[in-house]
């Protein structure tokens, strides 16, 4: 019987790594009319101006991520990714169904873009890919916000805004003054969940399992929605998982890492 030389094994084993890496930089590129078209609908019913800022900056991410994969697939294969069949554009139900539907969607691409990652060849695109991914997380935190601002409607829970103005007396502003400057309100949201895309950032490093660490900041940034800090979500969401409070987190904390990626 023969025997393969270790270093033939490993060859093998990064050339099988790089195709499957090929193989799901076309798929992550494939449906980019669909995409287009999906983004155009939030976009076109979303009920505020500052949701409509939000997600157009989602889009020009994707659109982004898009031109990165492309380059990537060309730098390593010489060839431009094959033109895939444009999928029909199914609109969803609702908003709502929409905003889920995208979440759901970064959360896969968070997944699908760490094996990618495994199975580049060197750090400078590896680097690239955890860009990618740390914006898919980004834009996660930022649908699970417009879920939760749309899933109570006139609620009165605390924001950077409301929070500033608690301690400082001014008045809140008007439909119309949140209308002239809404990126400036996007912006404060982002800088405000910023502790707890940090924290799954760095978690995320250590190789906790992602199935826990979704379930874990998500919870948290819905948490964040119903007027909890973004410390005081994270505190609570630790309290559920030690105590057995939440039976789900507790099972998905016993699944064990994931291996660490260099």
Do not use: C
Request: glycine share 6%; net charge negative; aromatic share 8%.
């Amino acid at each position: 019987m023969s025997y393969m030389n270790p270093q033939d094994q490993q060859s093998s084993g990064q050339q099988q790594a790089l195709q499957l890496s090929l193989k799901l930089i076309r798929e992550a590129v494939a449906g980019e009319r669909e995409d287009q078209l999906f983004y155009e609908y939030l976009i076109s019913v979303a009920p505020t101006n500052e949701e409509k800022l939000i997600i157009a900056s989602i889009r020009d991410d994707e659109k982004r991520h898009n031109r990165l994969f492309r380059k990537i697939y060309k730098d390593l294969t010489g060839q431009e990714v094959p033109q895939a069949a444009d999928e029909e554009f199914q609109r969803p139900k609702s908003y709502k169904d929409g905003l889920v539907k995208a979440l759901f969607g970064e959360l896969a691409a968070v997944e699908k873009y760490r094996v990618i990652r495994q199975g580049l060849p060197n750090t400078y695109y590896r680097d690239i890919l955890f860009n990618i991914i740390t914006d898919e997380i980004k834009h996660s935190a930022k649908y699970n916000y417009l879920f939760t601002l749309n899933s109570q409607p006139g609620s009165s829970s605390r924001s950077p805004d409301t929070e500033s103005q608690v301690q400082t007396g001014t008045q809140m502003p008007t439909q119309t003054q949140t209308q002239i400057q809404p990126q400036s309100t996007a912006d404060q949201w982002v800088m405000y969940i910023d502790p707890l895309v940090k924290r799954a950032l760095e978690e995320s490093k250590e190789g906790i399992n992602l199935t826990h660490l979704f379930q874990e900041f998500i919870l948290s940034g819905v948490l964040v929605g119903q007027g909890f800090t973004p410390e005081e979500a994270i505190e609570l969401v630790e309290k559920w998982e030690k105590t057995g409070e939440s039976q789900l987190l507790k099972k998905s904390k016993m699944m064990g890492n994931q291996p660490r990626t260099e």
